[in-house]
Structure formats: structure tokens, C-alpha cells
Nanobody
Framework: QVQLVESGGGLVQAGGSLRLSCAASGRTFSISAAGWFRQAPGKEREFVAAITTVGGISNYADSVKGRFTISRDNAKNTVYLQMNSLKPEDTAVYFC???????????????WGQGTQVTVSS
């Protein structure tokens, strides 16, 4: 099993920045990719960004390209999501995800974090 714990959410004004962190523990050697999803009230959970644990290949949803950056620190078993130029429509609960197999949009998530709230005020 792998446990994922997110941190770094909060309230920020439009145009501001936040950095989310996701710390993994347990059988982390089984993970080949990690990423972030988000779910706004009344909407389905959607893919945000993903990165491979080896090589650092990354992919982003079109809605966040150029504003968000995903990165990882393998020594700390941690994945980050740097969010810049935030917009009110970025308001959502952000979930960390990990998968044993890489796909560009993390279609096969094996582990989920509990989520962290990001609220962007206008």
C-alpha cells in the first residue's frame, strides 16, 4: 500500500500563487507516476497534471498549461504542484494521485490522497 498526504491548500486572491505538496509513504517503489486531480462543487473530478517518477516526463490539462508546474523530489517521495496566476475557476479540492503504470492523464490511479481545498477569490 501507498499512503498520500497533501498539504499547501488555502485561500488566495486571483492572480496569486500556491504550492501543493504530496508526500508518499509505504511501498513507494511500486509507483511509476504521480499527479494531481481536482474537483469543484457539482462537477466531476478532472485531471490536472502528472509526472513520471523516473525521467520526470510531465503532462498537463489544457486549462492549466503555462500556469501550473508539477515536479517531484524522489529523495523525499514528494510531488509538488506550483500554481501561479490562479483564477477563481481553479477553486476546487485538489487530490494527489499515484499509479503503478504511467499514462499521460493518469487513467489508472491506484492510490488517492484525502484532498486539500484551494479557494481563489476574485
Amino acid at each position: 500500500q501507498v499512503q498520500l498526504v497533501e498539504s499547501g491548500g488555502g485561500l488566495v486572491q486571483a492572480g496569486g500563487s500556491l504550492r501543493l505538496s504530496c508526500a508518499a509513504s509505504g511501498r513507494t517503489f511500486s509507483i511509476s507516476a504521480a499527479g494531481w486531480f481536482r474537483q469543484a462543487p457539482g462537477k466531476e473530478r478532472e485531471f490536472v497534471a502528472a509526472i513520471t517518477t523516473v525521467g520526470g516526463i510531465s503532462n498537463y490539462a489544457d486549462s492549466v498549461k503555462g500556469r501550473f508546474t508539477i515536479s517531484r523530489d524522489n529523495a523525499k517521495n514528494t510531488v509538488y504542484l506550483q500554481m501561479n496566476s490562479l483564477k477563481p475557476e481553479d477553486t476546487a479540492v485538489y487530490f494527489c494521485a499515484a499509479a503503478r503504470l504511467w499514462t499521460t492523464r493518469l487513467h489508472n490511479v491506484d492510490y488517492w490522497g484525502q484532498g486539500t481545498q484551494v479557494t481563489v477569490s476574485s
